[in-house]
């Protein structure tokens, strides 16, 4: 009886040691440099041909600036608020503008706007490949929140090939 509990014993402490490696190592996708770049410029290419001078960030899923965009006379604001609403979108994996409309009708997400490097106005729109936010673009410089995110879907539309 106790030759059969070893082996039985030694392949559930192996199968454990297996999980546990297993889950020890993740592999994400991200986005890279040539990406993040190109959405950038796109971004604000199309701002620019509705007549908005603005500023377009890019971020990796992480926040972390990969790429930025500033169209002559945009305002020097833009810059950090672009930076803000893409941080703010790849974290919360979703729209800055649906956030803050979020946090507007719900007393419990009230206070989201007060978490360090959150900017709850509209711009911010998570890059995805499929489900899975791999970075986020932020917009600021045109007349008001829903443009700057308009720019920021048009810009992501136009590399959607590469989104795979």
Do not use: W
């Amino acid at each position: 009886m106790q030759r059969i509990a070893l082996p039985a014993a030694a392949l559930a402490l192996a199968f454990a040691a297996t999980t546990a490696s297993a889950e020890g190592v993740r592999t994400e996708k991200n986005i890279s440099l040539e990406l993040a770049t190109q959405i950038a410029a796109q971004t604000v290419a199309t701002c620019a041909a509705n007549g908005y001078a603005v500023t377009a960030t890019v971020v990796d899923r992480a926040g972390t600036v990969r790429a930025v965009q500033r169209a002559d006379n945009a305002g020097p604001h833009t810059l950090e608020a672009s930076r803000l609403k893409a941080y703010t979108s790849a974290s919360a994996k979703n729209t800055t503008l649906a956030i803050m409309e979020g946090s507007q009708k719900n007393p419990a997400a009230a206070n989201l706007g007060q978490i360090p490097g959150y900017l709850l106005l509209g711009g911010g729109v998570p890059v995805k490949v499929g489900n899975e936010v791999i970075g986020a673009v932020g917009v600021g410089g045109a007349p008001g929140g829903h443009l700057d995110e308009q720019c920021a879907v048009a810009g992501i539309a136009k590399v959607q090939d590469l989104l795979k």
